[in-house]
C-alpha cells in the first residue's frame, strides 16, 4: 500500500481545503509531521483512517467529523489517492452532515457518501478515473480485501501509536493476549476452547443422564428382588454381576415353590377324591329314604286316583259330542236372525212387490239395474253439457277482455309512448351532466380544503418559527462566546505548559520531553496560571453550547422546512379566502349531486318506458290472437251443445234431469236386491238347521250317551280337563319313579352301609385348597419376580450399552477441553489454545522486534518471548524479556528506562507491523506512521533510532514521525507542518522541492 496524495474540506480542524502530496514526502524515505498541541497532526492520520474504512480510530463518532471552522456552504470531504496490490484506486468519502436547502429556507441532513474510483490506461483507450462503486459496503469490502487488515489491524500496523506499544512492552499477559486477539484474530480459537467445554459439559450431562437411568433401574431390580442388599457403587463395572446373581437367586427360589406347589396339588387330589366319594354314599341314602316316604303318600291317594280317572274318560268322550252341539246352537240362531231381515226386507218393497217370491223379486230387481245401466252413461254427458255451457260463458268473456287489451294497447303505443320517452331521455341528460360537474367541484372543493388547512397552519406556525428563529440566534452567540473562552484558554495553558509538565518532575525520573534524568531549571507557573481541569470544564461547556446550537439549528430548519412546505401548498390566497371559496363550493357541490341523484330514477323510468313499450307491443298481437282462437273455439262449442241437448232429452223421461232419474231408480234398485239376498239366506239357514239337529243326535248316540243333553253333562271346560288329565298322568309317573328308585341295587348297597358324615370331608378339602392356592400363588410371585429382573436386567443392559460410547466421549472431549484450556495435568505450562496461538504470534513479533532492537541499541538488547510459567496460579505464554548483551543475562521490560522502553516499544512496533503485513497476506505497506516518544532519547540514541527507520527504505516504504521534538527538524528535512489558527488549521510541506 501505498499514498500518493490526500485532500480534506472542512475535516477536523481544517476548515478549507488542504491537501498532502505523500509522493513528495516519500521522496527522501523519512518525513517528519510536525506542529502545536492541539493543531490536528492526529487528523491526518484520521483522514487517512477515514478515507479507507469510513471510520477514525478510536471511538469518536462520524457525525463529530465536520469541523467547527468550516462555512456552513462548505462541505465535509476526505478524498485519498492511493495504489493497493498494483491498482492505483481514489477513495473520496463524505460524513452524514447538515446544509441550507436550495430551495427556501431551512436545512436539511445529506446522506453519508462513498465514491471508488480507479484509474483506467488500457491500451487502445483514453486513460482516466472510472466510477467502480458507490455503495459503503461494497467499497468497504474491497478496500479490506485488498489491504487484508481490518481497521483495528491498521491503526496498529500503519499508524504505530508508541504509547500503546510502551504499555504492550510491560503489560500483564491478559493485556498483551487483548492487544494481540485483536490485531491476529485468533477469536476462532477461544470459540474452539469455548465449544470444547460446551461440548465437555453436554457430554457429562449426556453421561449423567444414563448414569441416573442406570441407578433407577439398579434399584428397582433391588425392589423387584426383595432384598435388603444395597446396589454397587460402581455400576459400570459391578452392576451386571449384581443384576446376575439376584437372577440365580430368583430361580432357585421358583424351584422350590414350584416342589411345594406339586406337593399341595397331590394332597388335594386325594383329598377331593375321598370328599366325592362320601357326598355320593350320603346322597345314595338321602334318595333311598326320599323313595319310602313318597311311597307312602301314593298309597294314600290311590282311591282318588280311581275317580279321577272314571271322570276324565267320560268328559273325554262328550268331547266327540261338544262341537256338534255347538254348531246346532249357532245354527238355530242364524235361522232366527234370517228369518228377521226377510221380514224387514219385505216391509221395505212396494205392495206390489211385498208378497212375491223369490223369482219374482229377481226379475224385478234385474229389469232396474239394466235400466240405471243406460241412464249411468248418459251422466257424463249431462256433465259435459253443463261444462260446455261454463267454457262458452268464460270464452266470450276472454274475447271481450282480449279485445279491450289490444284496444288500450294500440292506444298506450300510438299516443302516450312517444311523449314519456322523451321526458324521460331528456332529464337523464341533465342527470348525467350533473354528476359530471358533481365530480369537478369535489376535487376543487378537496383541493381548497387542504390549501386551506395548510394556509391555517402556516398562519399558526409564524409565531413559533419566530420565537426558534431568536433562539437560535441566542444560543450561536453563546456558542461563539463559549468557543472563544475556550481558545483563550487553551492559548494560555499551552504557554504555561513547561510548568505544568515541571510539577511532574522528580530527581532520577526521566523528563518526558528531552528525556533527561536531571532538571536544573524548572518552569514556574505565573500568574493567571490554567489548568488543565479549567480549559476542559471550559471545552465541555463550549461542546455543550455547540450541540444545543445545531438542535436549535435542527429545529429551526425543520420549523422552516415545514412552512415553506405549507406555503407551496396553500398558495396566494389567505385562509379566510379559502374557507369563504370551501363554502361556495360546498353549496354548489351539493347541489350538483341533488340533480346527480336523479340520474337513477331517470335511468330507470325509461328503462321502465322501454320495458312497457316492448310489453304493450308484444300484448297487442298476442291479444289478436286470443280474440280469434276464442271465435273459433265457440263456433265448435255451439254446435257440440245441440248434440248433447238432444241425447239428454231422450234420457230423463219426464224427470229434471238424468242425475234425478237415477237418484230415483236406485234406492228401489237397492231394496229389491236386499229382499232377493235375504230371502235366500232364509231358505239356506231353515235346511242348516235341520242338518245339524241330525248330526247332533247320531253323535250322542255314537259315544254311548241317551241324547244330546247327557253328553253335555258329562263335558267338562278345557282348562278344566286339562288339568284332571295333567293329575292322573302325573300320579302314575310318580308310582313309576318310586318304584325304579327302590329297585335300583346302589341305593339299596347304600342303605346296608354306615349313615356318610360329608361335613368333615369337606373340611379336609377346603384345608387342601387353601395350601395349594398359598402355593400356587408364592410359584407366581417367584415367576413374576424372575420375569421382572430378567426385564430390568435387559434394560440396565442395554442403558450400560448407551453409556460406554458416551463415556468414551466423555473422556476424549474432556481431556481435550482441559488440554485447551491449560487446567489439563498434561499441559505443563497451563498454556490455552489461544493462548498457545498468540504466544506463536508474539514469538514471530519478539524474533522481528529482537533485530531491530539490537541495532537501535548498538548491539545491547534484544527481545525474547519467555513462555515461563507465571507466578502463583497465572498462566504462561505471553512473556516478554530483554536480553542484555553486555552483561549476558536476562532482563524483566520493565527494568528499562524511558529512552530504552521507546526505542524496545518502536522496535516491537516495527516487529508486529511486519508480522501482520505477512499474516494479512503479504501485501507490502509502502508508507507507514511513528507517532511521538522521540523526546525521550539522547542523541546518539537517537540517531541510532533513524537509522534504523531510514533502513525500512529498504522495502521502499516511506516512513513519517509525528513528533514535536525540536532535534528531529535539523535531522529530517522534510516535513509537513500543521499550523493553527483562530480560523482553523492549515498544513504546509517544507523539503519536498
Given at each position: 500500500?501505498?499514498?500518493?496524495?490526500?485532500?480534506?474540506?472542512?475535516?477536523?480542524?481544517?476548515?478549507?481545503?488542504?491537501?498532502?502530496?505523500?509522493?513528495?514526502?516519500?521522496?527522501?524515505?523519512?518525513?517528519?509531521?510536525?506542529?502545536?498541541?492541539?493543531?490536528?497532526?492526529?487528523?491526518?492520520?484520521?483522514?487517512?483512517?477515514?478515507?479507507?474504512?469510513?471510520?477514525?480510530?478510536?471511538?469518536?463518532?462520524?457525525?463529530?467529523?465536520?469541523?467547527?471552522?468550516?462555512?456552513?456552504?462548505?462541505?465535509?470531504?476526505?478524498?485519498?489517492?492511493?495504489?493497493?496490490?498494483?491498482?492505483?484506486?481514489?477513495?473520496?468519502?463524505?460524513?452524514?452532515?447538515?446544509?441550507?436547502?436550495?430551495?427556501?429556507?431551512?436545512?436539511?441532513?445529506?446522506?453519508?457518501?462513498?465514491?471508488?474510483?480507479?484509474?483506467?490506461?488500457?491500451?487502445?483507450?483514453?486513460?482516466?478515473?472510472?466510477?467502480?462503486?458507490?455503495?459503503?459496503?461494497?467499497?468497504?469490502?474491497?478496500?479490506?480485501?485488498?489491504?487484508?487488515?481490518?481497521?483495528?489491524?491498521?491503526?496498529?500496523?500503519?499508524?504505530?501509536?508508541?504509547?500503546?506499544?510502551?504499555?504492550?512492552?510491560?503489560?500483564?499477559?491478559?493485556?498483551?493476549?487483548?492487544l494481540l486477539g485483536r490485531l491476529f484474530d485468533t477469536a476462532r480459537f477461544g470459540a474452539v476452547e469455548a465449544w470444547l467445554t460446551e461440548r465437555r459439559q453436554q457430554t457429562e450431562k449426556a453421561c449423567q443422564a444414563v448414569l441416573g437411568e442406570v441407578g433407577a433401574r439398579l434399584e428397582r431390580l433391588r425392589q423387584a428382588a426383595g432384598t435388603d442388599s444395597p446396589p454397587p457403587a460402581a455400576p459400570e463395572q459391578e452392576a451386571l454381576g449384581w443384576a446376575a446373581q439376584l437372577r440365580v437367586q430368583a430361580r432357585e427360589e421358583l424351584a422350590v415353590a414350584e416342589c411345594r406347589q406339586q406337593g399341595a396339588e397331590q394332597r388335594r387330589a386325594l383329598a377331593e377324591a375321598r370328599a366325592r366319594e362320601v357326598e355320593v354314599i350320603a346322597d345314595r341314602q338321602r334318595r333311598h329314604r326320599r323313595a319310602v316316604q313318597r311311597a307312602g303318600a301314593l298309597d294314600q291317594r290311590a282311591e282318588q286316583q280311581r275317580a279321577a280317572t272314571v271322570r276324565l274318560e267320560r268328559a273325554q268322550r262328550a268331547e266327540a259330542v261338544v262341537p256338534l252341539l255347538r254348531l246346532h246352537r249357532e245354527a238355530a240362531q242364524a235361522q232366527a236372525r234370517f228369518a228377521e231381515q226377510e221380514r224387514r226386507s219385505r216391509a221395505a218393497l212396494p205392495a206390489v212387490h211385498a208378497a212375491a217370491g223369490l223369482d219374482e223379486l229377481v226379475a224385478a230387481e234385474r229389469q232396474r239395474r239394466e235400466e240405471l245401466g243406460g241412464l249411468r252413461t248418459l251422466l257424463a254427458a249431462e256433465q259435459q253439457h253443463r261444462g260446455n255451457e261454463r267454457m262458452r260463458w268464460r270464452l266470450e268473456a276472454e274475447r271481450e277482455d282480449a279485445e279491450t287489451e289490444r284496444a288500450e294497447a294500440e292506444q298506450w303505443l300510438a299516443v302516450d309512448w312517444p311523449d314519456q320517452r322523451e321526458r324521460a331521455a331528456a332529464a337523464l341528460d341533465q342527470a348525467v351532466q350533473a354528476a359530471v360537474r358533481a365530480d369537478q367541484l369535489d376535487e376543487q372543493q378537496r383541493e381548497a380544503r387542504r390549501r386551506g388547512a395548510a394556509a391555517e397552519q402556516a398562519e399558526a406556525l409564524q409565531a413559533r418559527l419566530a420565537d426558534s428563529r431568536q433562539r437560535e440566534l441566542r444560543l450561536r452567540e453563546a456558542a461563539a462566546a463559549a468557543h472563544e473562552d475556550w481558545l483563550d484558554l487553551r492559548e494560555r495553558r499551552l504557554q504555561g505548559m513547561a510548568a505544568e509538565l515541571a510539577e511532574g518532575l522528580a530527581d532520577g525520573r526521566a523528563c518526558p520531553v528531552c528525556g533527561s534524568g536531571e532538571h536544573p531549571a524548572p518552569a514556574r507557573p505565573g500568574p493567571g496560571r490554567v489548568t488543565v481541569e479549567q480549559e476542559q470544564r471550559a471545552e465541555q461547556g463550549y461542546r455543550q453550547a455547540a450541540l444545543r446550537t445545531e438542535q436549535a439549528a435542527a429545529e429551526l430548519g425543520q420549523l422552516e422546512q415545514e412552512a415553506a412546505a405549507l406555503a407551496a401548498v396553500a398558495g396566494d390566497g389567505s385562509a379566510a379566502e379559502l374557507r369563504a371559496a370551501v363554502q361556495r363550493l360546498e353549496a354548489e357541490h351539493q347541489q350538483a349531486r341533488r340533480v346527480a341523484a336523479q340520474a337513477i330514477g331517470a335511468r330507470e323510468q325509461l328503462d321502465r318506458l322501454e320495458h312497457e313499450q316492448g310489453l304493450r307491443t308484444a300484448a297487442a298481437g298476442q291479444a289478436a290472437e286470443l280474440v280469434a282462437a276464442r271465435t273459433a273455439r265457440l263456433e265448435a262449442l255451439t254446435l257440440e251443445q245441440g248434440r248433447l241437448a238432444e241425447e239428454l232429452e231422450r234420457g230423463r223421461s219426464g224427470a229434471a234431469s238424468v242425475a234425478d232419474r237415477v237418484g230415483q231408480l236406485t234406492p228401489l234398485t237397492e231394496r229389491l236386491g236386499e229382499a232377493v239376498a235375504a230371502v235366500r239366506e232364509a231358505a239356506a239357514g231353515a235346511e242348516a238347521l235341520a242338518r245339524a239337529a241330525r248330526e247332533l243326535r247320531e253323535a250322542a248316540e255314537r259315544e254311548g250317551f241317551g241324547d244330546a243333553e247327557q253328553a253335555a253333562r258329562a263335558a267338562l271346560p278345557p282348562h278344566e280337563t286339562a288339568a284332571l288329565r295333567a293329575e292322573v298322568q302325573r300320579h302314575r309317573d310318580e308310582l313309576a319313579q318310586v318304584g325304579a328308585e327302590l329297585a335300583d341295587p346302589d341305593l339299596l348297597a347304600a342303605v346296608r352301609l354306615p349313615p356318610a358324615d360329608p361335613a368333615a370331608d369337606r373340611a379336609v378339602l377346603a384345608g387342601a385348597d387353601a395350601a395349594l392356592r398359598s402355593a400356587y400363588a408364592a410359584v407366581q410371585g417367584a415367576r413374576e419376580r424372575c420375569a421382572a429382573l430378567d426385564r430390568l436386567s435387559a434394560g440396565l443392559h442395554a442403558e450400560l450399552r448407551r453409556l460406554a460410547p458416551l463415556a468414551a466421549d466423555h473422556r476424549r472431549v474432556s481431556e481435550l477441553a482441559f488440554l485447551a484450556s491449560g487446567t489439563s495435568s498434561s499441559n505443563s505450562l497451563r498454556m490455552s489454545l489461544e493462548t498457545y496461538v498468540l504466544a506463536a504470534r508474539l514469538e514471530q513479533v519478539a524474533e522481528a522486534a529482537g533485530a531491530r532492537l539490537q541495532v537501535m541499541s548498538q548491539g545491547r538488547y534484544t527481545l525474547a518471548h519467555n513462555d515461563a510459567r507465571s507466578r502463583g496460579a497465572g498462566r504462561s505464554g505471553l512473556g516478554l524479556s530483554v536480553l542484555d548483551g553486555w552483561t549476558g543475562r536476562s532482563r524483566d521490560t520493565s527494568t528499562l528506562s524511558g529512552g530504552e522502553s521507546f526505542f524496545a516499544s518502536l522496535a516491537l512496533a516495527l516487529g508486529l507491523a511486519d508480522v501482520v503485513t505477512d499474516e494479512a497476506g503479504g501485501m507490502p505497506l509502502d508508507t507507514l506512521f511513528i507517532d511521538e516518544g522521540f523526546g525521550s532519547l539522547d542523541e546518539d540514541t537517537l540517531e541510532d533510532v533513524l537509522d534504523v527507520l531510514d533502513r525500512l527504505r529498504e522495502r521502499d516504504r516511506a516512513v513519517g514521525i509525528v513528533s514535536h521534538v525540536g532535534d528531529l527538524r535539523g535531522r529530517i528535512p522534510v516535513q509537513l507542518e500543521v499550523r493553527k489558527g483562530r480560523d482553523g488549521s492549515t498544513l504546509h510541506q517544507h523539503g519536498t522541492g
Open positions: 500500500m501505498r499514498l500518493h496524495s490526500l485532500t480534506m474540506t472542512a475535516f477536523g480542524p481544517f476548515a478549507g481545503t488542504q491537501s498532502v502530496d505523500f509522493d513528495a514526502l516519500a521522496s527522501g524515505g523519512l518525513f517528519l509531521l510536525r506542529g502545536a498541541t492541539g493543531a490536528g497532526k492526529s487528523s491526518v492520520l484520521d483522514a487517512v483512517c477515514y478515507a479507507l474504512y469510513g471510520a477514525v480510530p478510536g471511538q469518536r463518532p462520524r457525525t463529530r467529523l465536520r469541523s467547527d471552522h468550516a462555512s456552513a456552504e462548505v462541505r465535509t470531504e476526505v478524498r485519498l489517492e492511493l495504489t493497493l496490490g498494483g491498482r492505483r484506486l481514489e477513495l473520496t468519502r463524505s460524513p452524514e452532515q447538515t446544509r441550507a436547502k436550495k430551495r427556501g429556507s431551512g436545512s436539511t441532513v445529506e446522506k453519508a457518501q462513498t465514491l471508488l474510483r480507479e484509474w483506467s490506461a488500457e491500451p487502445g483507450g483514453e486513460p482516466g478515473w472510472r466510477p467502480s462503486s458507490k455503495s459503503h459496503q461494497e467499497v468497504g469490502a474491497e478496500v479490506q480485501q485488498l489491504l487484508g487488515m481490518s481497521r483495528e489491524q491498521f491503526c496498529q500496523v500503519v499508524l504505530l501509536p508508541q504509547g500503546e506499544f510502551a504499555r504492550f512492552l510491560h503489560a500483564s499477559a491478559p493485556d498483551r493476549a487483548d
